[in-house]
């Protein structure tokens, strides 16, 4: 069994900054893709950003330039550096991680998702 478990949301000012982490755990062999999402109240789930084993990023356009994905591949672990948060950034954020396990079954898992709130 493998869960994914994200913490670090939270209320944040316009402006501000925030970091969240997800921790992968369980029977895991290997870590490809790892990513976060987000769905706004009334929205569809979307793309916020990836990063791939090797390190290589993807940014939806919304976020580049304020947002950083990171990950650490020896702790099942990534990140979200989010800074200049807007209010529109406000939405239930997600993890995902595309996992092989030693079962040798391989599959997209999520996360149960951390509320980020950008408010004055």
């Known amino acids: 069994q493998v869960q994914l478990v994200e913490s670090g949301g939270g209320l944040v000012q316009p402006g501000g900054s925030l970091r969240l982490s997800c921790a992968a755990s369980g029977s895991i062999l290997w870590i490809n893709a790892m990513g976060w999402y987000r769905q706004a109240p009334g929205k569809q789930r979307e793309l916020v950003t990836t990063i791939a084993r090797g390190g290589r990023t993807n940014y939806a356009d919304s976020v580049k330039g304020r947002f950083t994905i990171a990950r650490d591949n020896a702790k099942n672990m990534v990140y979200l550096q989010m800074n200049s948060l807007k209010a529109e950034d406000t939405a239930v954020y997600y993890c995902?991680?595309?996992?092989?396990?030693?079962?040798?079954?391989?599959?997209?898992?999520w996360g149960q998702g951390t509320q980020v709130t950008v408010s004055s």
């Open positions: 995902n991680a595309d996992i092989s396990c030693y079962n040798s079954s391989r599959r997209n898992y």
